[in-house]
Structure formats: structure tokens, C-alpha cells
């Protein structure tokens, strides 16, 4: 599976369960550490552990299993690693302390609007 592949899945995933401000940002030309991070936060301690619980389970369902998954003690911030795609699901504060958008504002911004349910087709 290639990363475009793993992106869609992720970021379908996040949406699903209501993300807010997903982004995805190209890193490979700033580093090599990983090609994209998908950047996303919840609306509470328990929403971001859901965000990253589906993400993971949805990417199991293709067989793709993280490299490593790392969370605070409080899951205001987790991290999913794939290896060339890295998923940091926040805690909303949490987000806005850190600002990796800003740290990496010297990466791509790619463009995900298609792998999104516009807000009035979510169910409730």
C-alpha cells in the first residue's frame, strides 16, 4: 500500500469520527523522519483516544500495523507511526501549545478536502 493509500484510509478514519482540522503536511523534503504527518485533535481525552484507536484499527484492516504508538498519560496527545506516515491525534490545547503546524509550516500542505464528508452528511 502506498502512502497517497495510507493517507485516504487516515484520514477517512479521523473524519468518521469527527477530527477536527485534519491536515496533512509533505515532510520529505525537510526531513527523514517520515514523508506526511496527519495532524488532527479532539474534543476531549477521550475523543482523541477514539481518533486514534480508529485510525489504527482501520489501517489493521488492511493489514498495516504501526511501527510504534506512543500517548501521554492523559492521551492529550498521541502518536501513531507507520514508518512514512506519522498521525499526531491531539487533544485540542494540547495542539495549540505545540503548533507542529508551525514548526513544519515549511512543508507541503496537501490538499485532503476529498477524503472528507462535507459537515452536513454526518450522521448523528
Known amino acids: 500500500m502506498n502512502e497517497n493509500e495510507k493517507l485516504e484510509i487516515i484520514v477517512k478514519a479521523l473524519d468518521s469520527k469527527r477530527g477536527e482540522d485534519i491536515q496533512a503536511i509533505k515532510i520529505s523534503d525537510l526531513t527523514i523522519l517520515a514523508d506526511y504527518f496527519v495532524i488532527v ?8 483516544r ?8 482501520q489501517l489493521s484492516q488492511k493489514g498495516i500495523e504501526p511501527l510504534r504508538r506512543e500517548a501521554d ?13 506519522i498521525v ?9 501549545f505545540y503548533q507542529l503546524e ?10 485532503i478536502s476529498q477524503y472528507l464528508v462535507k459537515e452536513d452528511m454526518h450522521e448523528d
Open 102 to 111: 508551525r514548526l513544519w509550516a515549511d512543508g507541503e500542505q496537501v490538499d
Open 50 to 57: 477514539t481518533l486514534a484507536d480508529e485510525a489504527e484499527f
Open 88 to 96: 499526531h491525534v491531539f487533544y485540542k490545547e494540547a495542539r495549540g
Open 41 to 48: 485533535n479532539g474534543t476531549s481525552n477521550t475523543h482523541t
Open 73 to 85: 498519560t492523559g492521551n492529550t496527545w498521541i502518536i501513531l507511526d507507520y514508518g512514512d506516515v
